[in-house]
């Protein structure tokens, strides 16, 4: 079963415009990780937050972590036609070893 | 560094039939991870094994199994497959523990007929 949902299933938006994703998990999480998916092939891995972290960031990706609400959000600024993708959070419980539960993604377009 | 490395890339397979998918992680890395992606179910994790050894184990039936040889590439297997069964097969890469990033192959895209 997946851990939670990402918010919005799908958003469309221009070249050079933000784009913010949410999800929202049920568990209690060791840390929460992000990936892109395009076009039916692997998995990208973007970022990974842990617990005790409330913000991180890695070039034009900025994620927050809020662990009270169970949610996480990623803003993509400045985005570019090339970040069209599928986009998943990813939640590891801990417990040992490598075992992820991923949201529903958010399928982003990003038109010239 | 190569990265992971899944084979075949595409699979046809009959109902009824079995399938053995491989998965060659990141030199070094000793856990592989199998995960299951559908339309409908979306991601799902199946297993990982670390150290030729089981460590985590997904909902799955028992005709989804797996194993792991002794320079970490791992496969599965799925006997008696169904048309359920199709989908694209992800395999993930850690270097060992726990709280770090994965690394994903290109995935397996099996079809049942």
């Known amino acids: 079963s997946q851990q939670g949902e990402e918010d919005p299933q799908a958003l469309s938006i221009q070249e050079g415009e933000n784009a913010t994703m949410n999800c929202s998990y049920k568990?209690?999480?060791?840390?929460l990780q992000w990936y892109r998916q395009n076009s039916g092939r692997g998995l990208v891995h973007l970022i990974l937050i842990r617990s005790n972290e409330r913000e991180k960031h890695s070039g034009r990706l900025r994620v927050t972590l809020d662990t009270s609400k169970k949610s996480s959000s990623l803003l993509i600024t400045a985005s570019r036609a090339a970040d069209t993708a599928s986009y998943f959070c990813a939640t590891d419980k801990g417990g040992g070893g490598n075992k992820l539960t991923f949201g529903t993604g958010t399928q982003l377009k990003v038109e010239l | 560094k190569a990265g992971v490395t899944q084979t075949p890339r595409y699979l046809i397979k009959t109902r009824g039939q079995q399938v053995t998918l491989s998965c060659s992680p990141i030199?070094?890395?000793?856990?592989v991870s199998w995960y299951q992606q559908t339309p409908g179910q979306g991601l799902q994790f199946l297993f990982e094994?670390?150290?030729?050894?089981?460590?985590n184990k997904g909902n799955f039936p028992g005709r989804f199994s797996g194993r792991q040889f002794s320079n970490s590439r791992s496969e599965m297997n799925v006997s008696t497959l169904e048309l359920g069964d199709s989908a694209l097969y992800l395999c993930a890469s850690t270097v060992s523990g726990g709280n770090t990033e994965a690394f994903f192959g290109q995935g397996t895209r099996l079809t049942v007929v």
């Open positions: 030199s070094g890395h000793r856990s």
């Open positions: 094994y670390f150290s030729e050894t089981q460590r």
């Open positions: 568990t209690s999480i060791n840390n």
